[in-house]
């Protein structure tokens, strides 16, 4: 069976609600990465908290409880991508499986459809996450790096000192901003599950992963302790 064979199976509706949630996925990460300067995101805000980590990271002596910060960071992103790993695992052996996922199928009482639309559904929520996997693996090694490159800084207070530290900032942001990717990644592989039920459950979950994403980034209340000025 080729492609087209294949989209046959689909609807325009099943079309409009992947193509909505891929660039609802894509412009909702541009706009918390990237928002206007008179409303920062809570990613944008917790930023600048990282470079000033990093400047009192300089004086602190022991500089243990740093180490403990960052191995906290790092394991947050071991624990996601072991998850993410597993769940990929359980979705190929389900696409692996026809009769299993007919099963499935008929267990939640949906239509009886070809096992090739079920494949298509699993696969959506296996390309996110993919894609949170990978972001997590590379944010844990940025976080690798940062590690090496804070322990490079040295002891005295010098230029030298602040311009290394500065370094170590900018690697624990880009690391920091990959793990929120992959975050995305995974809330928009639990709203692509609702495509199992058809595509206006497909809409209406990738309508509240937004509404939930916009509003931990731009109308939470820690984002405005953040605000708050000592």
């Not at 403990?68 to 790092?74: E, I, K, M, S, V």
């Not at 990717?181 to 595509?199: E, K, N, P, Q």
Request: hydrophobic residues 55%; neutral net charge; contains cysteine.
């Amino acid at each position: 069976m080729d492609l087209m064979d294949r989209l046959q199976f689909f609807d325009l509706l099943d079309g409009i609600a992947v193509t909505a949630i891929v660039l609802t996925w894509l412009l909702i990460g541009w706009i918390i990465e990237r928002p206007g300067a008179r409303r920062p995101s809570v990613s944008v805000l917790m930023a600048d908290y990282r470079r000033d980590w990093m400047k009192q990271f300089i004086t602190r002596d022991p500089r243990v409880f740093d180490a403990l910060t960052l191995n906290g960071l790092r394991e947050g992103t071991s624990f996601f991508a072991s998850a993410c790993l597993i769940a990929i695992g359980g979705g190929l052996a389900l696409i692996g499986n026809t009769e299993r996922l007919l099963v499935l199928a008929e267990d939640l009482s949906l239509d009886d459809a070809p096992a090739v639309i079920w494949n298509a559904k699993v696969l959506l929520v296996l390309a996110f996450l993919v894609n949170a996997l990978l972001k997590f693996i590379w944010s844990n090694r940025l976080f690798g790096y940062n590690a090496v490159v804070m322990a490079s800084v040295p002891n005295d207070f010098s230029d030298a000192a602040y311009a290394r530290a500065a370094q170590a900032a900018e690697i624990n942001i880009h690391a920091v901003r990959n793990f929120n990717r992959g975050l995305r990644s995974v809330y928009f592989a639990l709203a692509a599950l609702t495509w199992l039920l058809g595509a206006i459950p497909l809409m209406v979950g990738t309508a509240l992963t937004v509404i939930t994403l916009w509003r931990r980034e731009f109308a939470s209340h820690s984002r405005s302790v953040l605000l708050e000025k000592p």
